[in-house]
């Protein structure tokens, strides 16, 4: 038997065998990949070296450029209004030149009315306030008589508080005092009586005498002391409280009389108060009146351009600006940009938002002098994002700021495209590095440093950041080298070199797995999406990086049906192998068919992002 096989035989046999066929052509892909030269492993070796300097921080936007003021002139007469009279669009006009001149018959009218209205009205309050002055006379006596009655009283009461109980009282105490030295002398005269009548030296009768003496005496004092305390108890209080209720009849009758000529004053009042309204009311009315037919007549606000007012609604039934044309109130007639001073609107991301405050120094260029920087400031930021521009992204948030250009323009129309760039700060001798040296690794920032000839990579603290730079707080010196991009084989190891727990790559693979994808391609539905102006300074500042926040860098990841392992994990199964076509679709942004720095960095950022903490394509273990 001949074991000898001639090629065409081989071949034969191979077509045979269409599987067999497709899997070689996909093995010979996955090899022609890897061993193709590419410039990703040279762009990983490439390094910068740390150096201080100056370091600026500034926002780059987009936006159109307008007038600084801008006045609306609007149609003021009230109801609807007939122009006879409009200036030409186009028209440069003064402050205080005539703009617009509307029919003014019928507001001419109502001020005539108005006006005799008014002069009713005035007779009407004349008369009011002079029967209001006779009554307050009539009121005037009575109230006067009311109060001599009160003071009297009060004289009365202040009379017996201040003089006549203290005398009452004076006296009812002198008693007791007289009562009291007079027991005392009844009180010896019977001691002396008792000790000489024990001696014989006095009679019994004398004896009994003195005692009827003393008795006396304690009689008076207790007489004068009850006295005393029916003149303090009930005699003062009772002439007290006599005086003081003739005080209060007397003040209640001031009150009624008060009362009755505070209704008599108020209704007089009332009616003056209602004649007062009236006129004022047909005050306003003239007044209004007089404004609404001088609205007849609007005058330029300030030196401008004239432009006619456009509804920006297409359905509006407004008619045009023009001679004969009826208009309403509040209706937008023209417009007065003044060019002498311009500003760029431009629209902050919500990421950046905190670094942009009003008098902040800023640079404007014109798309059509894209050549001539312009010096500007920071005139006005939103409180709160801009409500239009979430239309189209519910999730997107802007806020709209303004940027007034000091410096003198040429002859520019409003409506120019521009680039305003913020100036945020300026710092002197600051490290920094390029953005794409810094990545996340384990929830950390850290930078690749060539050490002994390989990467290691270094936990940094990061600062502030512009387009191109991020400011390195600590973690590296000057002089040393960090990788421009993080090396593609980090594999499945952390910041200490030691592989991860199989039980965490199990679940990195049960929680992360990819949904199904065609061979070789990512749906565009499942890719993670590009980061919104700012989210890469979010990541710089120490948050997870967006799509990214539950997965462990490093753990394996399955590859997408029938292409190879991504960031070290074994080859997904299927028949066609990796799509490089399909790869180079994705990222080959200028379509020069190669894959140069920038495109490279931004492949291994999103395949970071999809996959974990590996950025490219690998072969397997």
């Known amino acids: 038997m001949n074991t000898t096989a001639s090629p065409a035989t081989w071949w034969a046999r191979l077509r045979r065998r269409p599987l067999f066929?497709?899997?070689l052509t996909a093995l010979t892909l996955v090899l022609a990949w890897l061993l193709m030269p590419s410039r990703a492993n040279t762009a990983a070796t490439e390094y910068f070296e740390v150096k201080r300097g100056d370091f600026t921080?500034?926002?780059?936007?987009g936006g159109t450029l307008t007038a600084l003021n801008e006045v609306s002139v609007r149609n003021e007469v009230e109801g609807v209004a007939r122009i006879i009279?409009?200036?030409?669009?186009?028209t440069y006009v003064k402050k205080g030149d005539l703009l617009v001149e509307l029919d003014s018959a019928q507001a001419l009218d109502q001020v005539n009315q108005q006006r005799i209205n008014v002069e009713k009205a005035s007779n009407a309050v004349i008369s009011a306030q002079l029967t209001l002055d006779i009554q307050r006379s009539q009121t005037n006596s009575d109230i006067s008589a009311a109060l001599l009655k009160l003071e009297l009283a009060k004289l009365d009461l202040d009379k017996f508080e201040r003089g006549q109980a203290y005398v009452s009282l004076l006296q009812a105490s002198n008693k007791f005092l007289q009562a009291e030295a007079q027991l005392k002398v009844s009180e010896e005269n019977?001691?002396?009586?008792?000790?000489?009548?024990?001696k014989n030296y006095e009679t019994k009768q004398k004896v009994d005498s003195d005692w009827l003496s003393l008795l006396n005496g304690y009689n008076s004092l207790i007489v004068a002391s009850n006295d005393i305390f029916l003149l303090r108890e009930f005699d003062l209080r009772k002439q007290r409280a006599q005086y003081t209720a003739a005080v209060a009849e007397a003040q209640k009758e001031l009150d009624r009389v008060l009362q009755q000529s505070e209704r008599r004053i108020a209704q007089y009042e009332a009616d003056l108060r209602t004649q007062i309204t009236t006129l004022e009311l047909n005050l306003r009315k003239l007044e209004r009146d007089e404004k609404n037919l001088a609205a007849c007549k609007i005058y330029a606000p300030q030196d401008g351009l004239v432009v006619y007012a456009i509804s920006?609604?297409?359905f509006s039934a407004e008619s045009l600006i023009e001679e004969g044309a009826t208009v309403r109130n509040r209706q937008e007639l023209i417009k007065l940009p003044n060019t002498a001073q311009m500003k760029v609107t431009v629209k902050i991301h919500e990421s950046n938002i905190n670094l942009i405050r009003a008098g902040l120094p800023a640079l404007v260029v014109l798309d059509s002098m894209p050549d001539q920087p312009f010096r500007a400031v920071v005139d006005r930021v939103a409180l709160l994002p801009d409500s239009q521009a979430r239309f189209g992204n519910p999730n997107l948030k802007v806020y709209?700021?303004?940027v007034v250009v000091t410096d003198p323009l040429p002859d520019v129309k409003p409506g120019v495209s521009a680039k305003a760039e913020i100036i945020v700060t300026n710092i002197a001798n600051a490290l920094s590095v390029p953005i794409q040296a810094v990545t996340t690794l384990r929830g950390r920032q850290v930078v690749y440093v060539l050490k002994g000839g390989k990467p290691e990579p270094r936990p940094v603290e990061v600062?502030?950041?512009?387009t191109k730079f991020v400011q390195v707080l600590s973690?590296?010196?000057p002089g040393e080298r960090v990788l421009l991009s993080p090396p593609l084989d980090t594999g499945g190891r952390d910041l200490e070199g030691s592989l991860l727990a199989e039980s965490d790559k199990a679940r990195s693979l049960a929680t992360n797995l990819p949904p199904a994808r065609v061979a070789g391609v990512v749906p565009a539905a499942t890719a993670a999406p590009p980061p919104e102006n700012g989210a890469r300074a979010r990541n710089l500042r120490g948050e997870p990086e967006r799509g990214a926040a539950a997965v462990e860098p490093g753990a394996a990841r399955p590859a997408p049906a029938g292409g190879p392992a991504l960031a070290g994990g074994p080859a997904g199964p299927g028949p066609s192998g990796f799509d490089r076509e399909a790869m180079m679709r994705e990222f080959d942004k200028n379509g020069d068919g190669e894959l140069d720095e920038e495109e490279r960095a931004a492949m291994r950022e999103t395949l970071r992002q999809r996959f974990g903490a590996g950025g490219g394509p690998g072969g397997g273990r």
């Open 21 to 23: 066929l497709a899997a």
């Open 57 to 61: 921080v500034s926002v780059v936007e």
């Open 85 to 90: 009279y409009i200036v030409k669009e186009g």
């Open 190 to 198: 019977y001691r002396n009586s008792t000790n000489l009548y024990a």
């Open 312 to 314: 920006d609604n297409r």
């Open 400 to 402: 709209t700021t303004e």
């Open 463 to 466: 600062g502030l950041f512009n």
């Open 475 to 477: 973690g590296l010196e």
